[in-house]
């Protein structure tokens, strides 16, 4: 039976340019691509779109609790060759459940892309833990995205009018239409040194580094 690969990247870490790259080369040799992402994604609306102008439209726009086992999603994708679902980290956990399920008991490859944390440094959603427990493979994507400081960035980190933070709520969908908000790559070191320097650890750390010299 197809496995379920759960591939996942900072933001602007190449995710959409992969899904596209391997949409793109599936439907070349003339097998049908199934693409999924969810409707919380308001980016490029109903078609999943990667900054270097690429798009596709996507075949199910998934509603926040939809289930992909009803007839109507069955009978778009029970003849793809693959199913490639964007921004997984928006689906909830019986969602993830059921593209697993679709893998093993249908025997169609799913490949979810997603982001693994939020801007506060945690894990994104249910639906990503589940994606980590029950993915049958796991894979950092290659290309994901470069700190400032020249550093692989890991974090997700959000700036609110010019300021990082790491309070707020964890989806505000950057679709061009919220320019408060900015989304910024960053790597470790750069993430506790411009968000995390006033959480309670980092300044116990602080004062154990000033009083113990
Ligand atoms: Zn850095």
């Given at each position: 039976?197809?496995?379920?690969?759960?591939?996942?990247?900072?933001?602007?870490g190449g995710k959409t340019l992969n899904i596209l790259q391997t949409a793109h080369s599936y439907n070349e040799?003339?097998?049908?691509?199934?693409?999924?992402?969810?409707?919380?994604?308001?980016?490029?609306?109903?078609s999943i779109t990667s900054r270097t102008g690429l798009?596709?439209?996507?075949?199910?726009?998934?509603?926040?609790?939809?289930?992909?086992?009803?007839?109507?999603?069955?009978?778009i994708y029970y003849t793809a060759k693959i199913i490639l679902v964007d921004e997984v980290e928006l689906l909830n956990k019986e969602q993830?459940?059921?593209?697993?399920?679709?893998?093993h008991l249908i025997n169609i490859p799913v490949l979810c892309y997603g982001l693994k944390s939020n801007f506060k440094g945690?894990?994104?959603?249910?639906?990503?833990?589940?994606?980590?427990?029950?993915?049958?493979i796991i894979e950092e994507i290659g290309s994901s995205s470069i700190c400032h400081c020249g550093k692989k960035a890991t974090f997700n980190a959000r700036k609110e009018k010019n300021e990082f933070t790491d309070v707020?709520?964890?989806?505000?969908?950057?679709?061009?239409?919220?320019?408060?908000?900015?989304?910024?790559?960053?790597?470790?070191d750069c993430y506790l040194k411009y968000v995390k320097i006033k959480s309670p650890e980092a300044q116990k750390l602080a004062k154990l580094v000033e009083k113990i010299k």
């Open positions: 039976m197809a496995d379920m690969v759960f591939k996942y990247s900072t933001m602007n040799n003339n097998f049908k691509t199934i693409l999924i992402k969810s409707i919380t994604d308001t980016k490029g609306n109903d798009s596709k439209k996507v075949d199910i726009l998934l509603e926040e609790n939809e289930s992909l086992l009803t007839e109507k999603n069955y009978k993830i459940k059921e593209l697993w399920m679709i893998a945690e894990i994104f959603s249910e639906g990503i833990s589940e994606a980590f427990a029950i993915a049958d707020g709520p964890t989806i505000i969908i950057d679709d061009g239409t919220k320019e408060e908000y900015e989304y910024v790559p960053l790597c470790s």
